[in-house]
């Protein structure tokens, strides 16, 4: 069955880049995307990108994705206090609608 | 602005008592999910509906309800028979177009305990 694997924390220094690592099992995912959930707070969709493609970047986010490996990858350039909340990877399998979600990675933000 | 709205914010269930929480969204969205957080475990899916007057059980069901009379609303019983319904609950909903980029978008969760 599908399955999608994070670690649970990362820690960074304000101003580091900070990279959030998720692995998939599911070889026909379409598309895979990345949340943000703030504390008390639902998911916000951050980025997505699709199956065909390598690399999307947006701003201070940059998202990797290697489908040989099935390893994708957000980077948080110039890492803030307020980037602190858990990251969620989610994929969409082929013919399908609903995700898959990682159980999320607390990123925590020090001075 | 549209949007997807959980209320309560917080609930608090008595013993043998079935509560319900709502989910309204303004966005058009032809699908629409809950999940249930725990700490530590990520989203989990209980129900899920594609169209009005349908709808699926997804991965823990057991000792939930749902309805989806209109297209707008979704509402999730949490029932007696739920042993552990102490949880953070997320409504979400997506367009349902084929194999179209369809992120899912979140309501802002109902936290429920127990009395």
């Known amino acids: 069955g599908e399955d999608v694997e994070q670690s649970l924390f990362l820690s960074v220094r304000e101003g580091d880049s900070s990279v959030i690592n998720c692995t998939y099992t599911?070889?026909?995912?379409?598309?895979l995307y990345w949340y943000k959930q703030e504390p008390g707070a639902g998911l916000q969709l951050l980025t997505y990108i699709f199956s065909n493609m390598d690399m999307k970047q947006d701003q201070r986010l940059t998202v990797l994705l290697n489908k040989k490996d099935k390893h994708l990858s957000l980077r948080i350039a110039d890492t803030q206090t307020g980037d602190s909340a858990i990251y969620f990877c989610?994929?969409?399998?082929?013919?399908?609608?609903?995700?898959?979600f990682g159980r999320g990675t607390s990123l925590i933000v020090h001075p | 602005d549209g949007g997807i709205t959980q209320s309560p914010k917080y609930l608090f269930r008595k013993e043998g008592q079935n509560v319900t929480l709502s989910c309204e969204q303004n966005l058009n969205h032809d699908a629409m999910y809950w999940y249930r957080q725990d700490p530590g475990q990520g989203l989990r899916l209980i129900y899920y509906?594609?169209?009005?007057?349908?709808?699926q059980k997804g991965d823990i069901a057991e000792g939930y309800s749902v309805s989806r009379e209109k297209k707008e609303s979704f509402p999730l019983t949490v029932t007696s028979a739920q042993k552990n319904p102490t949880a953070f609950y997320l409504c979400?909903?997506?367009?349902?177009?084929?194999?179209?980029?369809?992120?899912?978008?979140f309501g802002d969760g109902t936290r429920l305990s127990i009395l």
């Open positions: 509906s594609q169209i009005v007057n349908d709808f």
């Open positions: 599911d070889s026909s995912s379409t598309y």
């Open positions: 989610a994929e969409t399998p082929g013919g399908s609608y609903i995700p898959t």
């Open positions: 979400a909903s997506s367009i349902h177009r084929g194999s179209s980029n369809q992120p899912q978008h």
